[in-house]
């Protein structure tokens, strides 16, 4: 499975295993990498600097080849660790970094200086072609089949739209649960897949078993939107807990959105909230869950080792 993205991260097949936040860890990356992909872990999974530092040092040594590793760094001001984090990863090194939400300017300028590829989170032509003028190494085309944060346009107008416009790989993200799903992706002139659902119901991943049971009880028709976590729209599985909370941001959240002052304030009041709150939702059983999904997990049907769950996707 030859295309751009295999060469450019020197890995057997164009699989990205998407980063998601408290699910992505070391284990499932090493994994990854041992079966021919890349795997990619949020720097915000981890508290401080040093720990992320002693991440990036674990995986280094654990490389293999045909594999390869990166981190996802959230750009925009609600990340107050973000400059820090970038800082680490330039001076211990990675293969890639995916910026997502916000401009990936200051990324892409820093990293390209050690030598570290920059794939950008876009939605539209409009931000795929901004990033493509900055530098990007590729565009990262989040679809509406994506979970937590996801676009707007199908797979197929969306990556229609960016191969027919920009010059660089397009690695689609979302919507990918079976190898079935890959091939379309690529007829339609993707260079590779972001996966990130489908790993969520791994035996490596550090969240609880009512999680990953979630992963396989429901499908991609109880998938819905919220805005209660980040104050971005994301999409999350349809539980009681919340059907009962309602998925729009609360009237006083609403009414301080549209003051131009406080706007930045309250997102980012509502970013650490929501993280929080996602954080519970993984890694403690409670009646108020509320757990990040994408419809792909109607492939989902069982808790498998990482590499098997690879093996679903490319063979």
Known sequence: ????????????????????????????????????????????????????????????????????????????????????????????????????????????????KVGIKVFCDVVDLKFAQKVEDLGADAIIAVNNEAGGHRGNLSPEVLIKELVSNCNIPIISAGGVGCKADIDKMLAYGAEGVSVGSPFIASVEANVTDEYKQACIQYGAKDIVMTERISGTPCTVINTPYVQKIGTKTTWLESILNKHKKLKKWV??????????????????????????????????????????????LTE
């Open 1 to 112: 499975m030859e295309t751009k993205l295999t060469e450019l991260l020197k890995i057997k097949y164009p699989i990205i295993q998407a980063p998601m936040f408290l699910v992505s860890n070391t284990t499932m990356v090493i994994e990854a990498m041992k079966s021919g992909i890349a795997g990619c872990i949020p720097a915000l999974n981890y508290r401080t600097l040093d720990e992320l530092k002693t991440v990036v040092i674990e995986l280094k040594k654990a490389k293999v080849a045909g594999g390869s590793f990166g981190f996802n760094l959230i750009v925009n001001k609600s990340n107050i660790k973000y400059k820090e984090q970038l800082r680490v990863l330039c001076e211990e090194g990675c293969d890639f970094i995916i910026t997502s939400l916000g401009s990936p300017e200051e990324t892409i300028k820093q990293a390209h």
């Open 267 to 312: 997102k980012m009041i509502r970013f650490s909230i929501g993280m929080k709150a996602t954080e519970k939702a993984a890694t403690q059983a409670t009646y108020k869950t509320v757990w990040v999904a994408g419809p792909s997990i109607e492939h989902t049907n069982a808790i498998l080792p990482t590499k098997e769950i690879i093996k679903k």
